[in-house]
Nanobody
Framework: QVQLVESGGGLVQAGGSLRLSCAAS????????MGWYRQAPGEERELVAG???????YYDDSVKGRFTISRDTAKSTLYLQMNNLKPEDTAVYYC?????????????WGQGTQVTVSS
């Protein structure tokens, strides 16, 4: 099993930056898919950025050019660098790391971290 601990959220003004971190422990050798999700009040959780073990990335159109997902393998830590933040980026951000196998994702979730962007 994989355990995840998130950090790095906070309050920032529009145009500012934050970096989220997601440290993994446990069966980290099994991880081949990683992602950052967010959930705003009254909204469904959505995938913001994804990364495969092979280095393939995915970004939602709303964050392309502003957010960057990366991983420090030596530290078993996933990052989300968020630049030029907008009020609509306000949400609880969750990381997930796990195994994508035969069309099914088996992943662990972080505890969530609040990101609030003021206008």
């Amino acid at each position: 099993q994989v355990q995840l601990v998130e950090s790095g959220g906070g309050l920032v003004q529009a145009g500012g930056s934050l970096r989220l971190s997601c440290a993994a422990s446990g069966s980290i050798s099994s991880i081949n898919a990683m992602g950052w999700y967010r959930q705003a009040p009254g909204e469904e959780r959505e995938l913001v950025a994804g990364l495969t073990r092979g280095g393939t990335t995915y970004y939602d159109d709303s964050v392309k050019g502003r957010f960057t997902i990366s991983r420090d393998t030596a530290k078993s830590t996933l990052y989300l660098q968020m630049n030029n933040l907008k009020p609509e980026d306000t949400a609880v951000y969750y990381c997930s790391q796990g195994t994508y196998e035969n069309g099914t994702y088996y992943g662990a979730w972080g505890q969530g971290t609040q990101v609030t962007v003021s206008s």
